[in-house]
């Protein structure tokens, strides 16, 4: 069974600090990963993807996997309170088209003003 | 921005009923996909859909379930006699394969009663 877990939270940081969102997975077979945005309702939005080891920056977002350890995590720096969201990690098979996403149960995140 | 469309918003059906789930994916993507929220739990993958055949199915989709591609624009998941526990949100999803990324509708709120 292809698993993504995540802690659920809520991780709560004030305005401006930097929040840090982790997720492990189960299958090694995994190559892609993204990192959804979901505010309450709502759909996944797309924040970031990482294929290779190391770290991608975009803006005020990192993120950062690590194969070796099945490990992925996303930073936020500089948080405000329209951060405050549910954080879905989701793993990927590789580079084909037939990308089935397994996704975590999501971080719940509130940045308070 | 290209964005997926899905239609309707909310559906309230009877247990029983069958309900059509319309969906209008970014015109140049070939990758299509169903997933499903239910309340308060992860985001399920259903199907994916490539060259008008199904790619892959999860468990979830049982005979109950289908998709279609009627014409070039529209993509549609059709759960034939409902069930209380098909109560969800579903999200549609499709994707360029040249960027490997998968793009969310707003979804659809299925409540069945």
């Known amino acids: 069974q292809k698993e993504v877990e995540q802690n659920s939270g809520p991780l709560s940081v004030p305005e401006g600090a930097i929040a840090s969102l982790n997720c492990t997975y189960s299958?090694?077979?995994?190559?892609?990963f993204f990192w959804y945005r979901q505010y309450s309702g709502k759909s996944p939005e797309l924040i970031m993807f990482i294929y290779s080891n190391g770290d991608k920056e975009d803006g005020r977002f990192t993120a950062q996997l690590n194969k070796a350890s099945q490990y992925v995590s996303l930073l936020i720096r500089d948080s405000q309170p329209s951060d405050s969201a549910t954080y879905l990690c989701?793993?990927?098979?590789?580079?084909?088209?037939?990308?089935?996403?397994?996704f975590g149960t999501g971080t719940r995140l509130l940045v308070s003003p | 921005e290209p964005e997926v469309t899905q239609t309707p918003s909310h559906q309230v059906t009877q247990m029983g009923q069958e309900v059509i789930l319309r969906c209008v994916p970014i015109?140049?993507?070939?990758?299509f996909y169903w997933y499903r929220q239910i309340l308060g739990q992860k985001v399920e993958f259903l199907v994916s859909f490539y060259n008008n055949e199904i790619s892959e199915k999860s468990e979830i989709f049982d005979d109950q379930f289908s998709v279609e591609r009627p014409d070039g624009s529209n993509f549609t998941l059709k759960i034939r006699s409902t069930k209380l526990e098909d109560s969800a949100m579903y999200f549609c999803?499709?994707?360029?394969?040249?960027?490997?990324?998968?793009?969310f509708g707003a979804g659809t709120r299925l409540s069945v009663l």
């Open positions: 999803a499709s994707m360029e394969r040249a960027k490997n990324i998968q793009y």
């Open positions: 989701a793993a990927g098979p590789g580079n084909t088209g037939f990308q089935k996403l397994v």
């Open positions: 299958d090694r077979g995994s190559q892609s």
């Open positions: 015109s140049n993507h070939l990758y």
